[in-house]
């Protein structure tokens, strides 16, 4: 079964950091790209950041370039996202992804949620 | 960056009627070698993640029900759900994959 579980989320103050981890399991992991997409309560879905099946190559949103940083570990079949310099519009529910070429995001994890508040 | 204008942004269709979703590309991201549209769509029940619907602009993922459809190409792309059920009820969502990935800002489909 395919899964990929989110962990990492909580309440943060503004300026702080966090760093929020995805598990995956039931796939070959190195077969993948994956993707961060977060979505603020009651709001639509904002991509965040991707990463290459080599790791090599990353690309993130305007809204988090500077502050947010995407990895990957093949040993422990990993995406971690780094979060600093947090703020309030970071406030949202974080979603891992899976991703290819062709199908774009095929399978997403439960998500975990991140509040920025003081 | 590519932007993706989505409409309606609310939708309420009886049961059995169709529904129609749009979305609109600030640019074309089709590759017209290989005719490949880099664009998918989503369908997100409340307090779930979102699931893939089609792909490619108009291949049905695994196990969805043939009621959903997906055409267009170039700017210019459509989700039609035909005999609309009860469990359509959800925000559905486009993605184009071509560059750095952008989303529409989501279509919310109701019953009349």
């Known amino acids: 079964e395919v899964q990929l579980v989110e962990s990492g989320g909580g309440l943060i103050q503004p300026g702080g950091s966090l760093r929020l981890s995805c598990v995956v399991s039931?796939?070959?992991?190195?077969?993948?790209?994956y993707n961060w997409v977060r979505q603020a309560p009651g709001k639509g879905l904002e991509w965040v950041a991707w990463?290459?099946?080599?790791?090599?190559?990353?690309k993130y949103a305007d809204s988090v370039k500077g502050r947010f940083s995407i990895t990957k570990d093949k040993v422990n079949k990993s995406v971690s996202l780094q979060m600093n310099s947090l703020r309030g519009d970071d406030t949202a529910v974080y979603y891992c992804a899976r991703t290819t070429s062709d199908y774009g995001i095929d399978f997403w994890g439960q998500g975990t949620l991140v509040t920025v508040s003081s | 960056d590519i932007v993706m204008t989505q409409s309606p942004e609310h939708l309420a269709v009886s049961l059995g009627e169709r529904a129609t979703i749009n979305c609109k590309s600030s640019q074309s991201f089709s590759y017209t070698l290989t005719d490949k549209n880099f664009l998918s769509w989503y369908q997100q029940r409340p307090g779930q993640p979102p699931k893939l619907l089609i792909y490619?602009?108009?291949i049905r993922e695994s196990g969805v029900p043939d009621r959903f459809s997906g055409s267009g190409s170039a700017t210019e792309f459509s989700l039609n759900i035909d005999n609309v059920q009860a469990e359509d009820v959800a925000v559905y969502y486009c993605l184009q994959y071509y560059g750095s990935p952008s989303f529409g800002q989501g279509t919310k489909v109701e019953l009349k």
């Open positions: 990463i290459s099946m080599s790791g090599n190559v990353v």
């Open positions: 039931g796939f070959n992991f190195s077969d993948y790209q």
């Open positions: 490619r602009a108009s």
